[in-house]
């Protein structure tokens, strides 16, 4: 017998879609129920049999779910946790999919009230470019970190269910506090995505663009492949970690700068040894990885 009669996914996105399939692919699942707006992505999920029930109702969603996720963009997070509220059955957990936690706790703490024990936040680390129910894939998660950022109020047995329902989808799961979450996020993976999006906006915007992407190659590609990931969802996410992001592109800025300066002074041996580190870093970064994350 299943851990949980039904879940509710709130949200049946990539981030979403992909948790259903896993839990379903564990057996920890009997039924999904999925909640979106968009009517032809909910028929995607029905027919690739990621959720069984569909509807654009919250509160339909939650009422009989034992398990919660929300898989939302984090700016709609305070929205959904005070339609939860109501009708989240005692015992029920809750769970989210945001890269950012402080606002998300912050918006879940205002949204549930007396509920917010039964939230465990979560932060998987993995994603894609791609985006809705099409994309989804069981194995998405497989040896990616997740990273919980229990709660005071949170009764240690719950984190440890949390934790027992990302390791079954195949994650490696950590715990941190929201700040240091927040800060870490902003400089592997917040900061990467707004430089990415600025460096083609700079592109769009010349009046050559077009002759100019003709000619681009792989470099290009590769750099700012991360510029197709959702606008909306990370303009939300920039937003929600702002001030820690703001701290990282002062840093970038900087070590922009000091390269700018070197190629100023025509000072080509400091520049190879900037770049030999930086090579150096990345290298022994990737040797590392039992996975490389592809996305966030």
């Known amino acids: 017998m299943a851990e949980f009669a039904q879940a509710a996914v709130i949200g049946v996105g ?30 995607t999920a029905l027919a690739r049999g990621i959720i069984d029930i ?12 034992d398990l919660v ?20 059955k005692p015992g029920a957990l809750i769970t989210d999919g945001g890269s950012t936690k402080q606002s998300v706790i912050e918006a879940a703490r205002k949204g549930l009230g007396a509920r917010i024990a039964q939230f465990v936040p979560s932060h998987p680390i993995a994603g894609s470019e791609k985006s809705g129910a099409a994309a989804a894939s069981s194995t998405l998660y497989l040896d ?7 709660l005071p109020e949170n009764r240690p047995e719950d984190v440890a269910r949390i934790r027992a329902l990302w390791a079954r989808c ?43 992407l003709v000619h681009a190659g792989g470099g290009l590609r590769d750099f700012t492949r991360i510029a197709s990931s959702h606008p909306r969802m990370w303009s939300d996410i920039c937003m929600a970690n702002r001030e820690a992001l703001l701290a990282e592109l002062a840093r970038f800025e900087q070590a922009v700068g000091e390269l700018r300066a070197l190629l100023e002074a025509n000072d080509a041996a400091e520049l190879e040894a900037r770049f030999s ?13 039992v996975a490389p994350p592809e996305g966030e």
């Open 170 to 212: 195949g994650a490696r799961v950590v715990e941190m506090n929201a700040r240091e979450h927040d800060a870490v996020m902003a400089a592997v993976s917040h900061a990467p995505h707004f430089i990415a999006f600025a460096y083609m906006h700079a592109i769009a915007a010349r009046k050559d663009a077009t002759d100019l």
């Open 14 to 43: 990539l981030i979403g879609g992909s948790f259903a399939l896993a839990l379903k692919d564990a057996g920890v699942v009997e039924r999904v129920a999925g909640v979106g707006r968009d009517a032809e992505n909910l028929r």
């Open 144 to 150: 990616h970190e997740v990273v919980l950022t229990p």
């Open 69 to 88: 996720f929300v898989a939302t963009p984090v700016g709609a997070m305070a929205g959904v946790f005070a339609r939860i509220a109501p009708v989240l």
């Open 54 to 65: 569909a509807t654009h109702d919250v509160a339909e969603a939650v009422r009989e779910a």
């Open 277 to 289: 580190h930086a090579r150096a870093l990345r290298d022994a970064w990737i040797a590392s990885q």
